[in-house]
């Protein structure tokens, strides 16, 4: 997480990094929601959309969660019913397979001017059981690292962590060091 070894279970924020290794699968659980993140895979954590760079998601969500691939968008055709589905991202091919109730595939050009130009939708409809494949035409999804400070898993930054060994391990010593004498004691 964040190109850092995660432990078996952590909070992520929104703009968070997730990559998995081969072999190695993560789950994401949200209230309403959980998304399965498969070998191989690298995605951005958003509060109301994952960002697929590439790799493989299952997604089951009665909150609408959406996937985003470069200029696509896989959103649940009811947002509020339980919808699963599967993206995988590969070598610019982005395949959607809706396994329970129905997803969209909205496209955007990368060209604002193709945008202005268009009255015409680019959305594709996945019905349940169906798949469809569509070409990643505008490249890899865009991951932006967040380097404000402040923001972010801070708490699992590396001088959080030690801060945080430091003040254990000063109560600790505080605590077991002091030999016979209380704390406060009955006498002043």
Known sequence: MNNSAAPASTAIFPNDLIETQKGGVARIQ???SSVDIISETVVQFQSDELVLDHGSLSVNTSRGVRVRVGCLTVTPVNPYEWTHYEVLDLDGKVTVHALKNDVYINARSKDQQDVKKSSRSTRDLVRETEQRSREEKCGGAYLKADTRPGLGAIMNSM????????AVGGVLCFSLCRGDDPISPKDP
């Not at 001088?159 to 430091?166: N, R, S, T």
Request: no cysteine; glycine share 18%.
């Open 159 to 166: 001088p959080a962590k030690i801060v945080g060994i430091a």
């Open 30 to 32: 949200t209230t309403g």
